[in-house]
């Protein structure tokens, strides 16, 4: 039996989503409680989609994106122009792009977190 390149990669990918559905489970257990494993998956394989389309295709910057999108909302690329503005940046490379996307999400829940609580 031979396994196709296309193989290889779509069980890379489907190893990653379930990756990435036991860290959102891990860290965000009262957010994700509502989902089932399926649509959660599915959720995540969206925004792994749209993560591509802004060419973060590595595994970090990918879930970088993912967990933004879990945090600002599944559209936060296109509701927020700072973030659309550098994710389209052809310049750019992704570990730059990821980077950006850590930052702001790290700063938007620091100035939303009551005081004396630690992000």
Do not use: C, N
């Not at 031979?2 to 489970?25: A, N, P």
């Not at 989609?49 to 879990?70: C, F, K, N, P, V």
């Not at 945090?71 to 490379?93: K, N, S, Y």
Request: aromatic content about 8%.
């Amino acid at each position: 039996m031979q396994i196709s390149s296309e193989q290889w990669s779509q069980m890379g990918r489907d190893s990653f989503v379930r990756r990435m559905l036991v860290i959102i489970r891990r860290h965000h257990p009262e957010k994700s409680a509502s989902l089932t494993d399926e649509a959660l998956s599915a959720a995540i394989q969206r925004q792994f989609e749209r993560a591509l389309g802004y060419g973060l295709a590595d595994e970090q910057a990918a879930a970088t994106y993912i967990h933004s999108a879990w945090l600002l909302g599944q559209e936060f690329d296109e509701r927020i122009p700072g973030i659309h503005q550098v994710l389209v940046d052809p310049a750019l490379p992704a570990a730059r792009k990821a980077a950006a996307l850590d930052d702001f999400t790290r700063t938007v829940f620091t100035i939303l977190s009551p005081p004396g609580r630690a992000q």
